[in-house]
């Protein structure tokens, strides 16, 4: 298994309040991503980094920020968490070139009440 | 929005039986990959058929890819218990190299192997 470890891998929270996910990575891929899955809806791409300090929005980056000051660690941050954030995030990573695979965390599940 | 739709969204079959999942997409693509997913877990990585590739085998798994028709096919043959899950198709539209593969994942289909 790649070496991928999200943090916390369950959390409940309250609207309002601010959640910080963390991505840790031990494989030294050049690439990051932050998705949320949810029924019905497949995995959506969120934010993703192509290298430290450097990231871009995916499809549904509203209400969402991240940060890469390392090459290992990709933190996505819900600045004020909504209900409708309660999902499933998971990190993945992929390295440099054409046609390279994703290697993907095991999640976060988180609620919003 | 969605780039690719599974079909059928749930399968069950006995352990033995072949089990074939379709995946239609609908703009050009760069390549697509096949993902499975256990309950509670992360995907894992399947096989990656390029564009001018239509058919590619890993195991028991053969992917075959339709450009013309935008759809691509996963067939597990002499399915067991241990692939019971959901499995996703997913597009990379970007040819660049040197870019993030920004995959755009369909729905799923749920598979059911049964003893």
């Known amino acids: 298994d790649a070496g991928i470890t999200q943090s916390p891998r369950h959390k409940v929270t309250e609207t309002g309040t601010p959640v910080t996910l963390r991505c840790h990575q031990t494989?030294?891929?050049?690439?990051m991503y932050w998705y949320r899955q949810d029924p019905g809806h497949g995995l959506r791409l969120i934010h993703y980094?192509?290298?430290?300090?450097?990231?871009d929005k995916g499809e549904v980056s509203d209400g969402y920020s991240v940060s890469r000051s390392k090459t290992e660690d990709f933190l996505l941050t819900l600045e004020s968490a909504t209900s409708s954030q309660t999902s499933v995030y998971f990190c993945a990573i992929s390295g440099q070139g054409l046609n390279q695979p994703q290697h993907f965390g095991d999640g976060t599940r988180l609620s919003i009440l | 929005s969605q780039q690719g739709e599974e079909d059928p969204q749930a399968l069950s079959i006995q352990e033995g039986e072949n089990a074939t999942m379709n995946c239609s997409y609908k703009?050009?693509?760069?390549?697509l990959q096949w993902y499975r997913q256990n309950s509670g877990r992360g995907l894992v990585h399947l096989i990656l058929i390029r564009s001018n590739e239509r058919e590619k085998h890993s195991g028991r798994l053969r992917v075959t890819l339709d450009t013309s028709k935008k759809s691509s096919s996963l067939l597990i043959t002499a399915s067991r218990a241990a692939d019971t899950a959901s499995y996703f198709c997913a597009t990379d539209m970007d040819p660049n190299t040197g870019t993030a593969s920004k995959l755009t994942f369909g729905t799923g289909t749920r598979l059911q192997v049964t003893l």
């Open positions: 494989e030294n891929h050049r690439y």
């Open positions: 703009t050009s693509i760069n390549n």
């Open positions: 980094s192509y290298g430290v300090k450097d990231t």
